[in-house]
């Protein structure tokens, strides 16, 4: 069983910052894609930042510059340090990961279940 455990959300003023961690586990044989995502209330889930399968990175525009997506491979965790945090940033912050199980699992994608981060004007 598979699962991904973010932590680290909170309740910050704006201009703080937090830092978000994703812990994957289970039996694992490769993670590939893995990125955040964040959803609003009453907005559609959009991408925060990722790591693509190449190992590139990729940011949405709003957060270029404040947000910086990193990994540890060794540990199968995620982060997503967020610095000059605004109120617009305020969401459930998801975790996601396409990966295999096995050498001969086809790739599949899961959901962390969230952490709540509230920026406070």
């Known amino acids: 069983q598979v699962q991904l455990v973010e932590s680290g959300g909170g309740l910050v003023q704006a201009g703080g910052s937090l830092r978000l961690s994703c812990a994957v586990s289970?039996?694992?044989?490769?993670?590939?894609?893995m990125g955040w995502y964040r959803q609003a209330p009453g907005k559609q889930r959009e991408l925060v930042a990722m790591?693509?399968?190449?190992?590139?990175?990729n940011y949405a525009g709003s957060v270029k510059g404040r947000f910086t997506i990193s990994r540890d491979n060794a540990k199968n965790t995620l982060y997503l340090q967020m610095n000059s945090l605004k109120p617009e940033d305020t969401a459930v912050y998801y975790c996601?990961?396409?990966?295999?199980?096995?050498?001969?699992?086809?790739?599949?994608?899961?959901w962390g279940q969230g952490t709540q981060v509230t920026v406070s004007s």
């Open positions: 289970g039996t694992i044989f490769s993670i590939d894609a």
């Open positions: 996601n990961a396409d990966l295999r199980r096995w050498y001969y699992d086809p790739q599949r994608n899961y």
């Open positions: 790591f693509t399968s190449g190992g590139m990175t």
